[in-house]
Every structure is written in C-alpha cells, then in structure tokens.
C-alpha cells in the first residue's frame, strides 16, 4: 500500500480551472495504476479518472472527457487531475486512489481494484 495525500482544492467560478495533486509515498507508487474519483454531497462516489504506472494510458468518465486531464510524475511520486471548464456539477470531494497489484487501467472505475485512498479534497464550484 502506499500512503495517499491530495491537495489543490478549493472555490472556484464555473469555467474556472484547478489542479489537484496526490502526493504519495512508499516504493509502489511508481508501479501503480492510479484513480481519481469524486462525492458530491448526497450522492455515491463516482469514478473520474485513472491513468496506468507509466503515465502510457488514461481513461475518463464520459462527464469529464475532453475537461479534465489525469497525469503523473513518478519522479515526484506524484499524481495530478487538471481541471478545465469547471461546471457547478463538478462540486465534490476529491479522492485519489492506487491499485498497487495492477498496472494498467482495466476495470478503472471499479472501486474496489484500489487498496489505498487519500483524505479527500473539497472542490465547489460555484455559478
């Protein structure tokens, strides 16, 4: 497992853009496929983005593609989400995940392929 901390939320007006970053520690990381997923407040947590070890292969849900891109430095043991194009649907908590035991990003948006999750971090976009 490796130990998960994101950071970068915050208010921002629809349109607007944030970067989130997951800052992650432990050898694994740099062998781990890694998420993003999302809870807005009364709802379930959805799946957002995932991207493999080596950065070579992403996938988004459809209501992000095109607005949000997932990347990663392993270098920096870190895992990014831009956002663009922000829209007051996209009000969340954020939560970075890794699946330390699989690489790619097969069965991304399934939750439970990752072993370790972040705290979470507070996204609102207002209108």
């Known amino acids: 497992q490796v130990q998960l901390v994101e950071s970068g939320g915050g208010l921002v007006q629809a349109e607007g853009s944030l970067r989130l970053s997951c800052a992650a520690s432990?050898?694994?990381?740099?062998?781990?496929?890694m998420g993003w997923f999302r809870q807005a407040p009364g709802k379930e947590r959805e799946f957002v983005a995932a991207?493999?070890?080596?950065?070579?292969?992403?996938y988004y849900a459809d209501s992000v593609k095109g607005r949000f891109t997932i990347s990663r430095d392993n270098a920096k043991n870190t895992v990014y989400l831009q956002m663009n194009s922000l829209k007051p649907e996209d009000t969340a908590v954020y939560y970075c995940?890794?699946?330390?035991?699989?690489?790619?990003?097969?069965?991304?948006?399934?939750?439970?392929?990752?072993?370790?999750w972040g705290q979470g971090t507070q996204v609102t976009v207002s209108s």
């Open positions: 991207i493999s070890w080596n950065g070579g292969s992403t």
């Open positions: 995940a890794a699946d330390t035991h699989r690489r790619g990003v097969g069965a991304a948006p399934d939750e439970r392929r990752y072993d370790s």
């Open positions: 432990g050898r694994t990381f740099s062998s781990a496929a």
